[in-house]
């Protein structure tokens, strides 16, 4: 049998009069760093607008849309999520999901391991009927661009109806016969409306 060397026996001593290097976590709070990616959490900021359902790896963000009640939310499933933060990195108004400092996800039951974002309001298209945004995605555009907003006569429209200026939309301004330049229209519409319909 081969014996110990002296440095070998000199840590083991030494480890019996020592603190322990582990933590002891499930009996006390660990120390997380200020930069460790966890949990992504939802935040008012979010304006489901879907980008981060679209760019996340894993598939774990999904896109629930209520079309009777003219509602759409973000729904992140912690149970397929990766933690990889792209959900953060990616998000429009860099307000709409953060990652925090939380780790111990586990459950019992998958209803458990989802995080839900704030209802928005859908936008639906006057021509084709189809979903054009939500009125928090439109809001946050206006107000990101400021002044030029003016450029978009449909965003303008939704702007004036914001401070209550003018009411509904109005169909009967015209503008060399293109009344639907007033109207917010969904993108593949008003570039049907832009290029190929006009006159």
Request: charged share 30%.
């Amino acid at each position: 049998m081969r014996l110990p060397k002296l440095r070998e026996l000199k840590e083991a001593v030494t480890s019996l009069f020592s603190e322990p290097y582990t933590t002891k976590f499930p009996f006390e709070k660990p120390e997380i760093h200020p930069r460790f990616r966890g949990k992504p959490e939802p935040r008012d900021g979010c304006i489901a607008c879907g980008g981060c359902a679209v760019w996340c790896p894993p598939g774990a963000i999904e896109i629930v849309e209520e079309k009777e009640k003219r509602i759409r939310r973000m729904v992140w499933h912690y149970d397929l999520c990766i933690m990889c933060g792209e959900c953060e990195r990616i998000c429009t108004t860099q307000d709409g999901v953060k990652l925090v400092p939380e780790f111990a996800l586990a459950g019992f039951k998958r209803e458990d391991l989802k995080g839900t974002g704030k209802d928005c309001v859908l936008l639906f298209c006057p021509e084709c009927g189809g979903i054009a945004g939500t009125k928090e995605q439109m809001d946050w555009i206006t107000g990101v661009i400021g002044e030029k907003q003016t450029a978009n006569l449909g965003l303008l429209n939704m702007k004036l109806q914001k401070l209550g200026i003018i009411d509904k939309t109005e169909r009967n301004i015209t503008l060399e016969k293109r009344d639907d330049y007033f109207t917010f229209l969904c993108p593949r519409c008003r570039h049907r409306a832009a290029l190929y319909e006009c006159r």
